[in-house]
Structures are given as C-alpha cells and as structure tokens.
C-alpha cells in the first residue's frame, strides 16, 4: 500500500509523520481557529490513524517538506492568461511563494522542472459518489461492504491521477473513507462529504428491496444501515436524518427532490418533499453553518428546491427558461453535467434510455440558459456505477467546450467550482483556498506536457500529458 519511492515517496514521508509528530506539525500549521472547527473531524481522524500501517514510522521528519516548480507556465485558476517564466514554491501543505526570482532553493527542497508546460491548481468535481462511481449498482445492491470499499478504494486513487485532487460528494457512505484518505492511508482526492442521500420513499435514493417494502416499523433498510440513503416521510424524521449526516462530518446535506435516470421507479417528474419540509432541512443546515443543495430534473422540482430555501440545485437539465431566471434572481448555484450520450451516462434500456434521451436534449438548453442569465454554475460528472465511465471522468470536462473557452472551463473546474465548496462555510473540512495558485493557497497542483488552454484535448489523457499530480503538498505523480 504504501511504497517507499516513486510516486508515492512523500505519502510515506507523511505517513510516518502520522502520530504524535504529524499531530505537533499540524497544531503548529493551523489557527486554533480551525482546530476547534474540526474537533469531531480530528476524533475521527485519530481512530482513522490507529489503523494505519506503523512501518514508515522511522522516515518521520519534522521539518515541513519543500517543492520548487521551477519554468512554469501557469494557470492559476482564475485569469484567462498564462504566467510564463515562474516558479511556485511549495512548503508543506501551502504555496508560499510565486515569483519570477530564480534564487537557490533551501536544503532539502525537491526542484521539479517543468520545461515550460502548463503548472495550474488541482481540478474539482462539485458531483461525485466516491463509494458508488465504480461499484456496478446490483454489488451495491448486495451490500457486501469487503467489494464495495475494495472497488472504491481502487477507484479513489484512480481519480487522483485523472488530476482531481477534490471531489463533492454528494450521496454514499463516506465519512471514514474520507478520514483514511486524508491521514495517508490511501490515495485520493479530497472530500467535502454530503453522507446519506435525504430521500422520501419512492425518491431517487430510495434503493430498497421489493422484500423491504413495506418499510418495517423501526427497520432500517439495508441502504439506510450502510449509510447511502435516508429515507424519511415527516419533517421530525428529516431533522434527524439531516443532523445524523452533520454529527458525521457532512460539509452540505443533499435532498433528492424528486426522479432520477438510474432511478426506475422514480420517474423524473415527481416531486418528494414539500417546501416547508425542505425549508426544515435548510433551517437545521443553516444552523450548522452549511448547506443544502437539492437533486432536481424537472421544473417544478427546482422551483420548489429554490422556494425552500436550497443554495444549489444539480443537475436541473429539464428546467425551463422561467426557472432557470429564478435561479439568478435568487443567487442560487447550478450544479450540473454536460451529459452529451450514453458514452457519459453508461448504455441504458427500456425507461432508463427515454429518461437519459431526455437529459440529453435538455443539456444544451440548460448551459445556454446559464450563460443568458449569468447562472452561478459549477460543472460535475457525477458518474455511477461503473469503472469504464470513470475513465470518462475528463472527457465530462472537454465537453464543456460547447458553450465555454477551454480558459472559462478549466476556472470552473477550479476556481468556480471551489467558489460552490465555500458555501460549506464553517464545515468546510480544508483549511486554506482551493482550486486557485496563490500564496498561502493548499498545494493541489498540476504540471501538463503542453497548454490545456490551447488544446484541451490534453485533458482528456491524463496518463499522458499529466506529469506531476501534487496533492497537499505531497507528490502523488512526477514523471519530469
Ligand atoms: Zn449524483
């Protein structure tokens, strides 16, 4: 799991650091702020730790661990031009120096030439299930939590090298996962956790058994005890539910609102909670100092998501243009997916191809609305079920040049999508700016063989053109 050089050389260096030292640095490294913000994170964290392997122990090291990206041309996140000719200095977790200064780096410090490809933040998915992406749905189904973690495990360190160093996750048993990515047990991005998805029966989400309808009087379904949905019928339930998902950890609360396409029984124009249910659900997140983004297809299902009170609304893509007005009006986010055909939804049959067949039509409606109105929106593949469609992860991303430059896409899948991770608020789980190279910014970088900018088309074959992943200041990749 954790090897001693190559691409995981610095996961070994912070892996040692995990115990008592890792817990000096970090106490050094962070505002008392943050540390009594993340109190029942750091619980978690220190039971997520006593699993750790106890082998790279002796490769602890005190001092912070340096990069230097030397000949960098860079895109950081938010301007549609490139920085020729700099160098971005890493120490830690942070970027803390950029400048065009070509001074001898610091004893110790890892020197990466870039040779003047294009060095820009880590890319963010606002619409991810890190526990169901690559878990065909009947072994979800089955519930055997020995193949499903196995498969997601595998998976997580995957979309890291895709160069998505931060994922939204919006629905799954992910709490702990999460914990053992972020104390370097193993690879992969960082989370901003959702939890159980928030369902009425008979909602997307509600994935029971026809053996476990009708729902048994205190009975959980066997979705419920895994943790992927919560399925509640009064607003008393729903409080419950939505401040079970908060004690665990959740950044937001998902609702599904309504249908889904991998959802037959939901079908897409059904609407689950009432207003004032959802109005519950962001009064009990607001009270957290987050959020609640809702699952909404059809019109009247991101009305009433609006009309409660949601600050972001995925997926949308059979809204009409009065709809899509509101959610100016009412400063509310679209999260959403560039879904083209069934190579970015997998091969569906019967109602599942008439319900994707729709999305599909509806796709360029909805990002011609979002560019009239100047809709804040967030781009996401929200891939289910399949290991061969989270391959496709980037190629989600390179259809946004449809209606996008290749500048104005990259920025969404950094800069703005980390604008949508902020209305976490207090339960963001990150300390420090994402998806932007700046001082003081976390240290999630890229390094492209070429311009992204000028070729998009780039993005598409990681394993090639990507040449180094950094993630937290650590080196997950570097092929320089
Ligand atoms: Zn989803």
């Known amino acids: 799991m954790l090897r001693s050089n190559g691409k995981y050389g610095h996961l070994i260096h912070n892996a040692g650091c995990s115990c008592a030292n890792l817990a000096l640095q970090q106490r050094s490294h962070y505002l008392s702020d943050y540390s009594r913000r993340n109190f029942l994170r750091g619980i978690g964290s220190v039971a997520a730790v006593g699993l750790m392997p106890m082998a790279g122990h002796a490769q ?7 990069i230097l990206f030397r000949r960098a041309k860079v895109f950081d996140g938010k301007s549609e031009t490139l920085q020729a000719g700099v160098q971005v200095l890493v120490e830690g977790q942070k970027i803390v120096a950029i400048d065009k200064a070509n001074n001898p780096p610091p004893d110790g410090t890892t020197v990466v030439d870039c040779a003047d490809g294009v060095l820009m933040p880590g890319m963010i ?6 526990i169901y992406a690559a878990v065909p749905l009947q072994v979800l189904l089955a519930g055997d939590p020995g193949i499903i973690f196995a498969a997601s495990t595998a998976e997580a360190e995957r979309t890291l090298m895709r160069g998505f160093t931060t994922v939204r996750d919006l629905g799954g048993p992910v709490f702990t996962f999460k914990q053992a990515i972020d104390t370097g047990l193993i690879p992969g991005p960082r989370i901003f956790p959702a939890g159980a998805m928030i369902t009425t029966s008979g909602g997307h989400g509600d994935l029971r058994m026809p053996s476990e309808i009708p729902a048994r009087e205190g009975q959980l379904s066997l979705s419920e005890m895994m943790g992927s949905a919560a399925i509640v019928d009064d607003v008393g339930e729903l ?26 029984r939901a079908p897409l124009d059904m609407t689950t909670f ?3 249910e959802i109005r519950a659900a962001v009064d009990v997140a607001r009270d957290w100092n987050t959020y609640v983004t809702v699952h909404a297809y059809a019109s009247n299902t991101v009305q009433r998501a609006i009309a409660g009170g949601a600050a972001c609304v995925e997926h949308a893509h059979l809204m009409d243009e009065n709809t899509a007005r509101t959610f100016a009006d009412k400063s509310v986010w679209l999260s959403t997916q560039p879904f ?56 989600m991303l390179t259809h946004l040049s449809n209606w996008y430059t290749n500048a104005e896409a990259l920025r969404m899948a950094t800069s703005g999508n980390a604008d949508l991770l902020a209305l976490s608020n207090l339960r963001t789980p990150y300390a420090g700016a994402l998806g932007v190279i700046q001082k003081d910014a976390l240290a999630d970088i890229l390094v492209w063989d070429g311009n992204p900018l000028d070729d998009f088309k780039l993005v598409e074959d990681p394993q090639r053109n990507l040449k ?13």
């Open 274 to 276: 009432s207003e004032a």
């Open 239 to 264: 409080k419950r539910r939505v401040r079970e998902q908060l004690l665990q950890g959740a950044s937001q609360v998902k609702l599904v609102g309504g249908g889904g396409v991998s959802s037959p």
């Open 468 to 480: 180094v992943i950094v993630k937290d200041g650590r080196i997950f990749k570097n092929t320089l």
């Open 60 to 66: 602890t090291a005190i001092d912070p661990s340096r």
């Open 340 to 395: 083209l055909s069934m190579d970015d939804t997998g091969s569906q049959t019967g109602v599942g191809a008439e319900r994707a067949a729709r999305l599909f039509l509806g796709t360029p409606k909805i990002y011609g609305y979002a560019k009239k109105f100047g809709i804040k929106t967030a781009w996401g593949s929200d891939v289910l079920f399949s290991p061969a469609l989270t391959s496709r992860q980037n190629n």
């Open 125 to 130: 998915d606002a619409h991810w299930h890190t």
